[in-house]
């Protein structure tokens, strides 16, 4: 595989349960983040997290929980499911330790629908 | 709140014309600049970089960048119906914040 893989591609979910969306990246690259995509309200940041063991809140934690034990996988957990949680989730990467540190690469995307 | 605005469109120009984007942002010590396109029902896809003042030419794309205006501008030459798409405009905005804040982005439509 080359860059960054999401799973799954979709899901439908009831509310209340749990679901973990998971992502990996074989880019070595240091830095990934989790945003999520809603109509009229563009891609806003969830968490990220900037080297392995370390992770942090962006706009829109609230509901959600991430890991990084390893530099390759950064899952996405939403503890117990509500409807609001329904969008299409991104994650993304990028190699802070590069003179284009900024620059972020997106996963394909995973579509959720809470009911 | 640091924000990132983008004229939502739809923006619709004739195939060959040249298509003009623009973004403004809120803080005066952005450092970093972005272009992403995103095709519907697709992830944000890079296309464009710019970290200084002036023009940056890749192709097709032009960026520019006035960080005494505050704005960023994506220059579209020869616009195809391939091109057909929104374009998302992100902010670095420096420091020890690595993250990316993004604008809502503006629908381009190429007309054949």
């Known amino acids: 595989i080359a860059g960054i893989t999401q799973a799954p591609t979709s899901q439908i979910l009831a509310a209340g349960r749990r679901m973990t969306l998971r992502c990996t990246q074989d880019?070595?690259?240091?830095?990934m983040y989790w945003y999520r995509q809603d109509l009229g309200l563009g891609l806003r940041l969830i968490h990220y997290s900037n080297t392995a063991g370390t992770t942090g809140k962006g706009e829109v934690p609230d509901g959600y929980s991430v890991s990084r034990a390893n530099t390759d996988d950064f899952p996405l957990t939403l503890a117990s499911a509500v409807p609001s949680q329904t969008s299409v989730y991104f994650c993304?990467?990028?190699?802070?330790?590069?003179?284009?540190?900024?620059?972020?690469?997106f996963g394909p995307g995973t579509r959720l629908t809470v009911l | 709140q640091k924000e990132v605005e983008q004229n939502s469109g739809p923006l619709s120009v004739p195939e060959g014309a040249i298509a003009s984007l623009n973004c403004t942002y809120s803080?005066?010590?952005?450092?970093?600049f972005f272009w992403y396109r995103q095709y519907s029902g697709k992830s944000p896809e890079l296309i464009m970089s710019i970290y200084s003042n002036g023009d940056k030419e890749d192709g097709r794309f032009t960026a520019q960048l006035n960080k005494a205006s505050q704005y960023v501008s994506l220059l579209i030459r020869d616009s195809q119906p391939s091109d057909s798409a929104t374009y998302l405009c992100a902010v670095n905005y420096g420091g020890s914040n690595y993250k990316l804040t993004f604008g809502k982005g503006t629908l381009l439509t190429v007309n054949p």
């Open positions: 993304a990467s990028s190699d802070l330790l590069a003179p284009s540190y900024n620059e972020q690469f």
């Open positions: 880019m070595r690259h240091n830095a």
């Open positions: 803080d005066r010590v952005s450092q970093s």
